[in-house]
């Protein structure tokens, strides 16, 4: 498990550019279900989506699978979780947001993977039900 992060929009932080394994970090972006994760945090109109979302976006994987592959992205500095401080969460809406590092942000741009533009298009054009397009627009913790 990974530990809370400390702030109000609380995240965990990226980590050193010593720390950063960027062939473990490609090692895990490339996995197919890793990478269509990927995908739609980086296509989400916010760059941080729920594990509703994901959840929502990926219909043969589980939500538990989802975090377990999350996890992993995190455990490699892929991936960052943003979140509400216990005071500041909405009833009945996530609290947690993921969003790329700016070490695997600067690794994808630097590899042509992962595109912005593309998956933006792939992403909006995904019909969606009232209750995502009302998570997708809610509001996400500072990062």
Known sequence: MHPPAEAVGRDSTDATDEEFDTWRALQRATDKKRADIIADIVGHPQGAPSVEELDYMNPPLSSDAIRRHLNTL??????????????????NFPYQFFELTDNARELFDQNGLFPEAAWQRQYEAVEKTSRIRDVETMPRPDG
């Not at 995190?74 to 009833?91: C, H, M, S, T």
């Open 74 to 91: 995190q455990d490699a500095g892929v991936v960052r979780v943003r979140e509400f401080e216990p005071g500041n969460r909405l009833r």
